[in-house]
């Protein structure tokens, strides 16, 4: 079988957790057998050499729609339904100030439309320009094969959101374990906390920031900020006192290394699918701390340390609570048992195998 992944044309230049979610899910099949190749929207795609189509993120319909369509190929969507949950009640300068007004469905066509007029984003077709975001996802679920949410919550807000007849597969996302080796000899600094994210809005980084600023913890940031958020950036670059520290966009080897040494890893996010670094993190033996604001309920359970990212009280008692808290092994042992991209894989083929029958 040879399928093509088909993901946004910013894939690689504006990385994040469906990034990884595409180029391991890939690799893992190529493991399996399959031939597949990852193209981004934009690209001429020669559907012909293709069994079947892999899309992903349903809140970029845009694409998704034209290219399935002058394919006429089976396909089945990564759905990745990920909002801004309640951050622009709590956000409300410029845009956010306008986005409360709107629906959800609303915003994200503004936004699409805006990264296509201003060329930060490419757009195949113009059918969404008419149909609109929620009209689009819609025909979209009721077209697809096969539907492939992270998590029963997510396929729940999928369904809730936009009614629709697709049969679905649960996909949880994951890990591969021999990239994040542990070395229990080398001690954890009881004070080093790290956010390993995009740096935006959605995942919070400026209320973590005022909560940590002059405490006893050294908070260090990893990642690059999105490029149409800049201004939030350099606001948090403003914000941050001494005793934080913006590590930008780190090769492994170097994350692996800050992962090994911080006791806590911390994601206080408006809203999150999966929570992929706090995933590796754990693997790190870094005791974790998340907000519950999206699907990480499913994934972590009551294994993690909750907080609520509009309080800096709560952001800051919960890691409190991480740094003194033991290693949790429980959840380890769990992520090692159900959640690696080899187990998402073989999940992943037998749903190509139904969607091709079908």
Not at 166 to 181: S, T
Not at 225 to 245: G, I, K, M, T
Request: with cysteine; proline share 4%; charged share 20%.
């Amino acid at each position: 079988m040879k399928v093509a992944f088909i993901a946004r044309s910013t894939l690689y230049t504006v990385p994040g957790g469906d990034t990884v979610q595409v180029v391991q899910t890939a690799r893992q099949l190529t493991n399996l057998g399959l031939e597949v190749d990852i193209l981004l929207s934009k690209d001429k795609i020669n559907y012909g050499k293709y069994d079947l189509l892999h899309f992903f993120n349903l809140i970029r319909p845009a694409d998704i729609l034209y290219h399935s369509k002058v394919a006429g190929k089976p396909f089945v969507i990564s759905t990745i339904l990920c909002t801004y949950g309640d951050y622009y009640q709590y956000n409300r300068n410029g845009a956010g100030a306008i986005f409360t007004r709107l629906p959800a469905d609303s915003v994200e066509y503004l936004k699409t439309v805006a990264r296509w007029i201003l060329g930060r984003d490419h757009l195949s077709g113009i059918d969404y320009l008419w149909k609109g975001q929620k009209k689009s996802i819609i025909e979209l679920l009721n077209r697809a094969n096969i539907i492939l949410p992270n998590s029963e919550s997510e396929l729940k807000r999928v369904k809730e959101s936009y009614p629709n007849n697709a049969r679905h597969v649960i996909i949880a996302n994951g890990i591969n374990p021999e990239r994040f080796p542990f070395d229990p000899s080398l001690p954890k600094d009881e004070n080093l906390v790290l956010c390993v994210a995009r740096i935006e809005g959605r995942k919070n980084q400026l209320n973590l920031i005022r909560a940590l600023n002059n405490t006893r913890f050294k908070l260090v940031i990893i990642g690059a900020p999105a490029p149409n958020q800049l201004d939030y950036y350099h606001q948090c670059q403003a914000e941050a006192a001494a005793n934080v520290s913006f590590a930008g966009r780190l090769p492994h080897e170097e994350l692996i290394s800050y992962l090994q040494r911080a006791k806590v890893h911390i994601l206080p996010s408006w809203f999150e699918t999966t929570g992929l670094s706090s995933i590796e993190a754990t693997v790190m033996h870094c005791n974790i701390v998340i907000t519950d604001k999206g699907d990480t309920r499913d994934y972590f359970g009551k294994d993690a340390i909750y907080c609520e990212p509009e309080s800096t009280e709560s952001i800051l008692r919960a890691v409190v609570q991480a740094g003194k808290a033991p290693f949790n092994k429980d959840l380890l042992a769990r992520i090692l048992k159900n959640y690696t991209w080899k187990q998402a894989a073989q999940q992943t083929l037998k749903a190509y195998k139904t969607a091709v029958i079908a």
